[in-house]
């Protein structure tokens, strides 16, 4: 069974461009979610998502930044007109729904903004 | 406010001894609490979960305790090796709707 999958796992943009990172979850798993990690600081939740539905988008920055989970295809989280400050590790992990619901996080994508 | 504290010194131990990590939280009333391993440029990898009924919980050479009262887990690795060495998180699900919050993590170093 096949773990979490991310890609790209290095993504360098410039100032202004847009990043897309591509998030396919475990094999039967329903439940999606987005964590960033800032340089030495710990991971933050950004989104919480299930096909076709954002369940939870407290942790999103109010503009640039949108998540989708199509019915078909992998999880998308877009940065519109990135910024240096947008450098970081994106984490994305999937969970069956069942609670008490452990998360099982993907590699990451490391976003680098020069 | 609420927060959720790591020992953010790292912790050096000899191989063969006891690691013994600490997470603190405070104005949650967590249902349950995780712990995951974080090694460098890799995703967390999930260790253990222990729910607020449980005072211990066990899986091979790792042991987790949780006291609500306290407000406290303790995380521990017996007979520790320099495989062990990596960064330990803990995590809890605030509002039960599945968004975990995290601490920010220990550094362990196991020395052989």
């Known amino acids: 069974n096949a773990g979490v999958m991310q890609n790209p796992r290095h993504l360098v943009r410039r100032r202004g461009q847009e990043a897309r990172l591509r998030c396919s979850p475990m094999?039967?798993?329903?439940?999606v979610y987005w964590y960033r990690q800032l340089p030495e600081e710990g991971l933050k939740f950004m989104v919480y998502l299930q096909k076709e539905n954002i369940i939870d988008e407290s942790g999103m920055p109010k503009e640039r930044f949108s998540a989708e989970f199509p019915k078909e295809g992998p999880s998308i989280l877009r940065i519109q007109q990135v910024v240096r400050g947008d450098s970081a590790a994106y984490f994305c992990a999937s969970s069956p729904g069942v609670a008490p619901d452990t998360q099982y996080f993907g590699p990451g994508t490391r976003l680098t903004v020069l | 406010s609420q927060k959720i504290e790591q020992n953010s010194e790292a912790l050096n131990i000899q191989e063969g001894k006891t690691a013994t990590l600490t997470c603190n939280y405070t104005?949650?009333?967590?249902?349950?609490l995780q712990w995951y391993r974080q090694d460098p440029g890799r995703g967390p990898v999930f260790l253990l979960l222990i729910r607020e009924n449980e005072k211990e919980k066990r899986k091979e050479r790792l042991k987790v305790t949780f006291d609500t009262t306290l407000k406290q887990s303790l995380f521990h690795i017996t007979a520790s090796q320099p495989a062990d060495s990596a960064t330990y998180l803990c995590?809890?699900?605030?509002?039960?709707?599945?968004?975990?919050?995290f601490g920010g993590g220990t550094r362990l170093m196991v020395k052989p």
């Open positions: 995590a809890l699900d605030p509002n039960a709707g599945n968004m975990l919050t």
């Open positions: 094999k039967g798993h329903s439940h």
């Open positions: 104005n949650y009333s967590p249902a349950y």
